[in-house]
């Protein structure tokens, strides 16, 4: 085996949600963490900004010498991931592309709604990723941006502020034909109980650190 370590990066915490499935798929393995937190947020910047974060991120974690790095962060996976690749001398991997195959898998010709940052819907980088997959899958995004700052601030699924964000952002989707949400940013997993009570038990939700962490 390799004992070079992963690289994992983010714009803050909330790449911790994809280290734990790391750690529960890959127990053997060490993991080199990143969480940008002086400069989170990154879904609220421009393309630029969030490309030469990235570049940072993943440049600093070269310095541990790894064997593979793996951009957690849905913002820097979606705008970022060719520029990435050409400056790291180890493979890379991001999110999006296995939370949208695994979406697409489940959903078919049905609808997928992707819930991520400003700068990720705007990029289109998941309905492009779906479509690539050779399904005819409807996909509707949904912007969620105050889910980051609840989660950095410590409020978990529990806390009425977050079950009344969540009512406010997804009830407006409850009569789509829904068969798959998708979880396109590190820090809504902590809110996926809230997430899962608001879109009903019929919905497949797709954790997008959970599938990349697969592909690693
Ligand atoms: N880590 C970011 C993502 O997964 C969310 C937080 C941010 O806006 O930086 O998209």
Redesign the pocket.
Known sequence: MNSKPIAVF???L??LSVVRHLRQILPDEDIVYFGDTAR?????KTRATVVNFSLDDATFLLQFEPKLVVV????ASALAMPEIIRAMPVPVIGVVEPGARTAAEIAGEGTIVVL??EA?VNSGAYPAAIAACGVNSRVIQKACPLF?PLVEEGRDAGDPIVRMTVESYLSPLKTEPIRAIVL????YPLLREAIATVIGPAVHIVDSGREASLAV
Do not use: I, K, Q
């Open positions: 983010d714009s803050g909330g790449g989170v947020p990154y879904g609220t957690a962060c849905n913002t991520g940052t990720t980051v396109g940013c590190t820090h």
